[in-house]
């Protein structure tokens, strides 16, 4: 069945450091991509999306391109803040039950002034 | 601010009592939710579609008996486990889908967390 497999975190960076943080996914037909963020004592937020191969979404300086030959679809930031520590989770939708979505297990970004 | 508030956000029960979580939708009708359960470390799954109105949809080896869902009303789902025990501890979280114009967009409650002893 469908998958999603991200990096095991936390991820622990220094205010302004390049942030990278990997999401592979399995799926049959074209599925739809997505990162979303968990603030602590918040609920999940669309962080960015993308529907298509070789699209890129992005967001609050955050990227991520959609690379079906390395079915991969990897977020990155070039300069992080304290502000964006949080959980990251990689998620795809291959229905037309946007709800039906298939997360990875979230990684965990903290930043340190 | 919140657009789908959950509740509570952490609850610690004996083995064998029910636990009943709410999910609303604060300023739109959703006549479809979402029940998610996130085991530590591991990815969130989808438990179930709750539907307003009729019975919600359950994932394969998810226990309907174990986990009641009801759609009570367009802007409230709630999730009840039933007998709890130790192995139900576990994040909660739901969704709600809200359309804005052509597009729809999830959003989602702040999850809870069962702690059950």
């Known amino acids: 069945g469908d998958s999603v497999t991200q990096m095991e975190g936390p991820v622990t960076l220094s205010e302004e450091a390049f942030l990278t943080i990997n999401c592979t996914y399995t799926?049959?037909?074209?599925?739809?991509l997505f990162w979303y963020v968990q603030y602590p004592g918040e609920g999940l937020q669309l962080l960015l999306k993308?529907?298509?191969?070789?699209d890129k979404g992005s967001n609050k300086g955050f990227e991520a391109t959609y690379r079906k030959e390395t079915t991969s679809f990897h977020l990155e930031k070039g300069s992080v803040q304290v502000s964006d520590s949080a959980v990251y989770f990689c998620?795809?939708?291959?229905?037309?039950?946007?709800?039906?979505?298939?997360f990875g297990q979230g990684t965990t970004l903290q930043v340190k002034p | 601010g919140a657009v789908v508030s959950q509740h509570p956000s952490r609850v610690i029960c004996k083995s064998g009592t029910s636990v009943k979580i709410e999910c609303r939708s604060l300023?739109?009708?959703?006549?479809?939710m979402f029940w998610y359960r996130q085991f530590p470390k591991k990815s969130l799954m989808l438990m179930a579609t709750?539907?307003?109105?009729?019975?919600?949809?359950?994932e394969q080896g998810v226990e309907k008996d174990k986990f009641l869902i009801n759609h009570a009303s367009l802007t409230l789902s709630t999730l009840t486990v039933t007998s709890a025990h130790p192995e139900d501890s576990s994040f909660y979280i739901c969704?709600?889908?809200?359309?804005?114009?052509?597009?729809?967009?999830?959003?989602f409650g702040s999850g809870t967390q069962l702690s059950v002893l």
């Open positions: 969704s709600a889908p809200r359309s804005t114009g052509l597009n729809e967009k999830l959003f």
């Open positions: 799926a049959t037909g074209y599925p739809s």
């Open positions: 993308a529907t298509k191969a070789d």
């Open positions: 998620a795809l939708s291959s229905s037309s039950n946007t709800g039906k979505l298939i």
């Open positions: 300023d739109f009708q959703a006549t479809t």
């Open positions: 709750s539907n307003e109105g009729s019975k919600a949809t359950y």
